[in-house]
C-alpha cells in the first residue's frame, strides 16, 4: 500500500493516479467482460474448495471432471 499512498515519512511520492487506473480498469473489464456464468463457476469452485479444505478427508473430496 506504501506504493500508492507514499511513503510514511512523506520522501517517497504516492502514485494515486495508478491505483485510480488499475481500479478503472477493472471495473471496465467486468463490465464488459465479466460473465453471470463466470460468477456462477467460480463461486461453485470456490465452495467445493472450502469445502474440501475444512474436511477432515480431503483426497476423498477432491474435485475430478
Do not use: C, H
Not at 512523506?10 to 488499475?22: N, V
Not at 456462477?40 to 477432515?56: A, G, K, T
Amino acid at each position: 500500500m506504501a506504493f500508492f499512498n507514499g511513503s510514511p515519512d512523506g520522501t517517497a511520492p504516492g502514485r494515486d493516479d495508478l491505483a485510480k487506473e488499475i481500479a478503472a480498469n477493472g471495473l471496465k473489464f467486468t463490465q464488459e467482460r465479466w460473465r453471470m456464468e463466470d460468477m456462477q463457476s467460480y463461486m461453485y469452485l470456490l465452495i467445493l474448495e472450502y469445502w474440501r479444505v475444512w474436511s477432515d478427508d480431503r483426497e476423498a473430496n477432491a474435485y475430478t471432471m
